[in-house]
Nanobody
Framework: QVHPVESGGGLVQPGGSLRLSCTASGGSLSRYTVGWFRQATGKEREYVAGNSWQGHSTYGDDSVKGRFTISRDNAKNTVYLQMNSLKPEDTAVYSC????????????WGQGTQVTVSS
C-alpha cells in the first residue's frame, strides 16, 4: 500500500510562492492518479488539482487556475504543487492523495502540510 507524504508547507507573504511535494513510501506514485486537496479551518475539504498516471492534469476551483500547477517527476517518485501569487484565502492544510484502485476514489492519504499566507 502506497503511503503519501507531503512536505514544503510554511508561512509565506501574500504574492509569494511555495512548492509542495508529495512523495510516497510503499510504492511508486507513477502508477496512480495523484491529487492535491486543501482544507481551511471551519471549511470542507476541497479539490485543488490532480494528475493522472497518464500525465493529464485537472484543476478544481477557478481561483487556483493560472496560479497553481501540478506536475510529477517519476524518477523522484514525487508529485509537486507549485503555488504562485498566493493569497490569504489559500491558507489551509494541503494534503495529497492517490487513487490506488483503477476507477476508484482517492483512498491513500497523507497527513497534510500547513500553508499559511499572511503578512
Amino acid at each position: 500500500q502506497v503511503h503519501p507524504v507531503e512536505s514544503g508547507g510554511g508561512l509565506v507573504q501574500p504574492g509569494g510562492s511555495l512548492r509542495l511535494s508529495c512523495t510516497a513510501s510503499g510504492g511508486s506514485l507513477s502508477r496512480y492518479t495523484v491529487g492535491w486537496f486543501r482544507q481551511a479551518t471551519g471549511k470542507e475539504r476541497e479539490y485543488v488539482a490532480g494528475n493522472s498516471w497518464q500525465g493529464h492534469s485537472t484543476y478544481g476551483d477557478d481561483s487556483v487556475k493560472g496560479r497553481f500547477t501540478i506536475s510529477r517527476d517519476n524518477a523522484k517518485n514525487t508529485v509537486y504543487l507549485q503555488m504562485n501569487s498566493l493569497k490569504p484565502e489559500d491558507t489551509a492544510v494541503y494534503s495529497c492523495a492517490a487513487v490506488t484502485v483503477p476507477g476508484g476514489v482517492y483512498d491513500a492519504w497523507g497527513q497534510g502540510t500547513q500553508v499559511t499566507v499572511s503578512s
